[in-house]
């Protein structure tokens, strides 16, 4: 929010801070300050200049050659391209050696072979106005050669970010009573600051009916009559201008200064467009409804519009109607003043993608109070600027929400939180000067404008940021928490991060927003599939992020193809990240949190040796093996049919599906301009750490050694790894306590093995906790192992 330094001072006398202080005090106050911007005159070398003559330009029809009387005694001559001005007129002039806003300095020289000694300038060009269509013309009165500086107010505009919860600071009202009790000033009045005399009068049905008042529990308006509109005066026009507004017409000057003085947003409608009575109710289904940005906006019924009884006249809170509005010939004005639900309003600004000063405001939560104020003060502005006569009462449907409840503080509790030597008086002296007003025993009643004040550590917050964070010393002390579910997780996060960083895979961070491209890519499937869809974005930015991403390996693979193209060769990549879906019969939006992985290329760099090894498979599997095996559940695989992969399996802890891996299709892999296979893998952190975060039994190193027994068994081809696997494991074998396949060997030709049939050798290990094993122990477990084997079928020893 543009915030102007001479319209604070009409509430506080800020003549003695620097500008520099200011934008420190508010900065450490919560403010964030992103830009401060010098506006006015007050710059050298810029005087009255009055025009003598005015001749076309020699050599180009657009430009003319003036002689101006810049108070010197000598004219000067200057060429111009401005058509607004005639001979007489005073305008503002830059001399040789003036420097304007934007660092543009001035010098002498030529214009298409003229001379022009300085350069007459707009109302923008000396950051007055915003007009820039042709030179500012100044009052005849203004005696030729006075510097510009002392005909115009100079001022500093200060560029506010406001966080959503303080909504009392969207106006210079707000700011000045932030300012006050920071510096421990005074306001200079309290008028129009939510405090009102003003007579009111329950609307009947056909003047003001709340068809919806869960949106709009509290409607003002008031009918001001015989106005005259027009330009407004230049003090109004002055203020606009200053925080960036273009003035319209006084009557709509006035609206807006009231939304930026007071916080509240009011709307004109011109009455005699209006057929009958205001009605606020949710908009038809199918209606639609033309804005003053002169876009037509579908509306919805959960949207809120403010109507007559034969149209509508304005989109409730966000925007008025192109129609309804005042203009020149408007005579007669109905002025609203409303309090609209937040959520209601930001709802129906984002869907329609329609933002105004108005929905900024009421999204956030005004305050209450100040809607009839905030009336009062633009009726008497209308009423001394255009004319006319009011009403001497105000029309009120519905009632405005109730205050917000007082709140306890307790000092003692604050010094312990705050850590600072501050008393109960001198807490008591912050939260007074924030304006709220202490009820004894402790409580304190907070004021309408302040609705982010609702707990004892709301009040102690405020203490801390008026009496500086700087000034509470720092303490190296802390209050132990008992560790919780997402304590464990987030270290379980960490620990698995630093293992993937040690074992030579790079950890990557890629935004949470993918392409439609992407989100056809194969690599997704791994995470959809079944009963969920990806989530389409409403309004995407751009073309490049219209998904919440299903899957982080897409990123993965385009930070691999960027990194193939500065020529890496061994590619490992690794994110931990949140991922999103969508039941099909739901629109709540689900998140997990996913390992991504991508592996392809060289295993170690390159050496003397000779060429490394390239990854595989089994280099994918192993790690996701290391990773996530327990004690009590190991890692298997099992194949899968993936559709665009080219291998692909699903991983298995115990028997929780935890997540899927494969390897690219080769015509994938050209995509990403690398020649060679690339596998990628994707976790399901929760399902694959959920063992890791129970506590498991520290187990004793053996004290026995270990008897080994290795088997080769003739199988068909078609037999996967893990059918044996999971045949072993489930042997009743107290003394077998690991296999390992240890090779596989097969012949295509079928000269050393039928070309249908594979051998896959086995080492068993065996070991009792008790004692030393005999030789014939060990035979006779493995024995029943072997014959076990006649269950699986055509399984063969060989």
């Not at 657009?62 to 001005?85: E, H, M």
């Not at 040789?96 to 020289?109: Q, R, T, W, Y």
């Not at 015509?667 to 929760?686: K, S, T, Y």
């Amino acid at each position: 929010m543009n915030t102007s330094l001479n319209w604070l001072q009409d509430h506080l006398d800020l003549s003695d801070c620097k500008t520099e202080a200011l934008a420190d005090m508010l900065t450490f106050a919560g403010i964030e300050v992103e830009g401060i911007h010098q506006q006015g005159a007050g710059v050298d070398k810029v005087v009255v200049a009055q025009i003598k003559s005015s001749e076309p330009h020699p050599d180009a029809e657009r430009l003319s050659v003036c002689q101006v009387d810049d108070g010197s005694g000598t004219d000067r001559q200057i060429v111009c391209g401005a058509k607004n001005y005639k001979v007489g007129d005073k305008v503002p002039l830059a001399l040789p050696g003036a420097v304007l806003p934007g660092d543009f300095k001035i010098k002498k020289g030529k214009l298409r072979g003229v001379a022009s000694n300085g350069m007459m300038c707009s109302g923008r060009e000396l950051s007055l106005s915003n007009d820039h269509e042709g030179l500012l013309i100044l009052n005849t009165e203004a005696a030729t050669g006075t510097p510009i500086g002392e005909l115009f107010d100079s001022d500093t505009v200060f560029e506010l970010e406001i966080t959503p919860n303080r909504s009392d600071l969207l106006s210079h009202l707000g700011i000045a009573r932030e300012l006050a009790a920071l510096t421990k000033r005074s306001l200079k009045s309290a008028s129009h600051h939510g405090e009102t005399s003003i007579a009111t009068q329950a609307a009947k049905a056909d003047e003001i009916e709340l068809q919806a008042p869960e949106a709009c529990p509290y409607y003002t308006a008031r009918r001001i009559t015989g106005v005259n509109v027009g330009p407004s005066p230049d003090w109004l026009k002055a203020k606009l201008e200053a925080i960036g507004l273009r003035p319209i017409n006084n009557i709509v000057d006035i609206t807006n200064y009231v939304l930026f003085e007071m916080g509240q947003p009011l709307h004109a409608f011109d009455a005699d467009k209006l057929q009958g009575g205001i009605c606020v109710r949710q908009a038809n289904d199918g209606e639609t409804f033309v804005a003053l940005d002169g876009n037509e906006y579908a509306l919805e019924t959960d949207d809120l519009v403010i109507a007559d009884q034969s149209k509508a006249l304005a989109i409730g809170g966000v925007m008025g109607g192109e129609d309804s509005g005042v203009v020149e010939t408007t005579t007669n004005v109905l002025l609203e003043s409303a309090y609209f639900t937040p959520s209601r309003i930001r709802r129906t600004s984002r869907r329609l993608d329609l933002s105004s000063d108005s929905s900024y405001r009421f999204e956030r939560g005004i305050d209450p109070a100040q809607t009839l104020g905030a009336s009062e003060l633009a009726t008497k502005l209308i009423l001394e600027i255009a004319g006319g006569k009011a009403e001497d009462v105000v029309l009120v449907a519905g009632q405005a929400p109730a205050p917000p409840a007082p709140v306890s503080l307790d000092a003692a509790r604050a010094a312990t939180l705050l850590g600072a030597s501050l008393s109960e008086e001198a807490m008591g002296e912050i939260l007074t000067g924030l304006g709220l007003n202490a009820l004894g025993d402790g409580q304190w009643k907070v004021p309408s404008y302040r609705l982010d004040l609702e707990r004892h550590i709301d009040l102690v917050e405020e203490i801390a940021r008026v009496h500086g964070l700087d000034n509470i010393p720092s303490r190296q002390e802390a209050v132990f928490v008992q560790p919780s579910k997402d304590d464990a997780r987030y270290d379980a996060h960490f620990q698995l991060r630093q293992q993937l960083v040690h074992l030579g895979y790079d950890d990557c961070l890629t935004i949470k927003l993918i392409s439609e491209a992407q989100l056809q890519d194969d690599v997704c499937a791994l995470r959809l599939g079944g009963q969920n869809q990806p989530v389409a974005l409403k309004k995407p930015l751009s073309q490049d992020h219209t998904t919440l991403r299903p899957s982080v390996v897409p990123g993965l693979l385009d930070v691999m193809a960027r990194n193939i193209r500065q020529g890496a060769h061994s590619l490992k990549f690794f994110e931990i990240g949140t991922v999103f879906s969508q039941h099909v019969k739901s629109p709540k939006v689900l998140e997990s949190q996913q390992l991504g992985i991508v592996l392809a290329g060289d295993m170690a760099v390159p050496s003397w040796h000779g060429a490394p090894r390239r990854a595989d498979l089994y280099d994918l599997i192993g790690l996701i093996e290391a990773l996530f095996s327990t004690s009590k559940q190991a890692i298997t695989v099992r194949k899968s049919e993936e559709e665009n992969l080219l291998i692909g399996a699903e991983v298995l802890l115990g028997k929780t599906s935890i997540g899927k891996l494969g390897q690219l299709a080769p015509a994938r892999a050209r995509e990403l301009d690398f020649n060679g296979p690339v596998f990628v893998a994707e976790i399901d952190l929760a399902k694959a750490l959920k063992p890791s975060l129970e506590t498991e039994p520290v187990q004793d190193l053996p004290r026995f050694p270990a008897v080994t027994r290795d088997i080769a068994l003739d199988v068909p081809a078609e037999m996967p790894n893990a059918d044996l696997a999971k045949h072993f494991a489930k042997q009743n074998q107290p003394l077998l306590v690991d296999h390992q396949l240890f090779d596989l060997f097969a012949d295509p030709t079928g000269d050393k093995l039928p070309a249908d049939r594979k051998s896959l050798a086995y080492t068993f290990t065996y070991r009792s906790p008790e004692r030393t094993l005999k030789s014939g122990e060990v035979d006779k477990a493995h024995e029943k192992i072997v014959k076990s084997l006649s269950q699986l079928g055509d399984v063969r020893v060989r």
